[in-house]
């Protein structure tokens, strides 16, 4: 393997670990701030820092960019409300009622979601092996909350419910914008759809700050904020986007399946969550289930 390679693998490594902890952030985030109020302020903060970005990136290149019509900022509008704003909402308050292990093997679900919008929008088919492995993921579902001894290391229906829905809107996101991406860089589309959440979170992220004192949040809270909106939301995006230029997508896609892992390892050495056999269980599962329906 070159120095190039190795060092390709490393950045893709350190996304995968930076994701992984992700959820163990979110966590220290709650505790300084409401769940209403990290959600779409992680977006505006995003979006503060995407949009420099872009316009460096645009300044670089050499290729003119495509035009953009009413219809296709419109649509990215409504992608980023639901890709973007509820994403991030739903997701900090699923973490605030689940715990890490739970939230991370909702989130691997992922790819599964996208396949089956994508067969709905008829970009897919579905064939009976994927069938097999989406039943599979289900049953590790219901294995992670039907064992005993679930709310008792903090994990709730309801939380891991809010996760899988922020999952959904991603989802939804990433399958509804791959038109747009046909014509448009995945980085401008990102920024645009981060711009368009962020708006449409601030009326959320205002009610919410009203009677809420930023003045007394500490340090760890806005490094919690800042390691979500910078780290999580910019770096590692433009680390896959990277990616994905120089690795085959599936090689890229195998390191997810590694993240469930490591943020349960994390959440048992950092926060006490112990692994259960109910998440070891589930979490088998359910990580088997989507290899399986991703699998060609």
């Given at each position: 393997?070159?120095?190039?390679?190795?060092?390709?693998?490393?950045?893709?490594?350190?996304?995968?670990?930076?994701?992984?902890?992700?959820?163990?952030?979110?966590?220290?985030?709650?505790?300084?701030?409401?769940?209403?109020?990290?959600?779409?302020?992680?977006?505006?903060?995003?979006?503060?820092?995407?949009?420099?970005?872009?316009?460096?990136?645009?300044?670089?290149?050499?290729?003119?960019?495509?035009?953009?019509?009413?219809?296709?900022?419109?649509?990215?509008?409504?992608?980023?409300?639901?890709?973007?704003?509820?994403?991030?909402?739903?997701?900090?308050?699923?973490?605030?009622?689940?715990?890490?292990?739970?939230?991370?093997?909702?989130?691997?679900?992922?790819?599964?979601?996208?396949?089956?919008?994508?067969?709905?929008?008829?970009?897919?088919?579905?064939?009976?092996?994927?069938?097999?492995?989406?039943?599979?993921?289900?049953?590790?579902?219901?294995?992670?909350?039907?064992?005993?001894?679930?709310?008792?290391?903090?994990?709730?229906?309801?939380?891991?419910?809010?996760?899988?829905?922020a999952a959904f809107s991603f989802a939804f996101y990433t399958v509804f914008g791959k038109e747009l991406a046909r014509r448009h860089d995945s980085m401008t589309v990102?920024?645009f759809g981060y711009s368009a959440g962020a708006l449409a979170g601030a009326p959320l992220l205002l009610w919410q700050s009203v009677d809420f004192k930023y003045t007394?949040?500490?340090?760890?809270?806005?490094?919690?904020?800042?390691?979500?909106?910078?780290?999580?939301?910019?770096?590692?995006?433009?680390?896959?986007?990277?990616?994905?230029?120089?690795?085959?997508?599936?090689?890229?896609?195998?390191?997810?399946?590694?993240?469930?892992?490591?943020?349960?390892?994390?959440?048992?050495?950092?926060?006490?969550?112990?692994?259960?056999?109910?998440?070891?269980?589930?979490?088998?599962?359910?990580?088997?289930?989507?290899?399986?329906?991703?699998?060609?």
């Amino acid at each position: 393997m070159n120095t190039s390679r190795r060092r390709l693998y490393g950045l893709v490594s350190l996304m995968t670990l930076v994701w992984s902890l992700n959820y163990i952030v979110a966590k220290y985030a709650l505790r300084a701030f409401p769940p209403l109020v990290i959600g779409p302020l992680r977006a505006v903060t995003a979006a503060v820092l995407l949009v420099p970005i872009l316009l460096w990136m645009k300044r670089r290149q050499t290729k003119p960019s495509e035009p953009w019509v009413f219809k296709e900022v419109a649509s990215l509008c409504v992608l980023g409300i639901f890709g973007i704003t509820l994403n991030q909402v739903l997701f900090v308050v699923g973490m605030n009622r689940t715990s890490v292990a739970h939230a991370a093997l909702m989130i691997a679900t992922t790819p599964l979601q996208v396949m089956l919008m994508a067969a709905f929008r008829g970009q897919e088919r579905i064939s009976l092996y994927k069938l097999a492995g989406m039943g599979t993921a289900i049953g590790g579902i219901a294995v992670l909350n039907l064992a005993p001894g679930r709310t008792a290391h903090g994990a709730s229906f309801f939380g891991d419910a809010f996760v899988f829905l922020a999952a959904f809107s991603f989802a939804f996101y990433t399958v509804f914008g791959k038109e747009l991406a046909r014509r448009h860089d995945s980085m401008t589309v990102n920024a645009f759809g981060y711009s368009a959440g962020a708006l449409a979170g601030a009326p959320l992220l205002l009610w919410q700050s009203v009677d809420f004192k930023y003045t007394e949040v500490p340090w760890s809270g806005w490094w919690a904020l800042a390691y979500m909106a910078l780290l999580s939301s910019i770096a590692c995006y433009l680390i896959y986007s990277y990616a994905l230029n120089h690795l085959p997508a599936s090689r890229v896609a195998a390191f997810s399946y590694i993240q469930p892992v490591v943020a349960a390892l994390a959440g048992l050495l950092i926060l006490r969550e112990p692994i259960t056999p109910g998440v070891a269980t589930g979490g088998l599962l359910v990580l088997s289930g989507v290899w399986l329906t991703g699998k060609r």
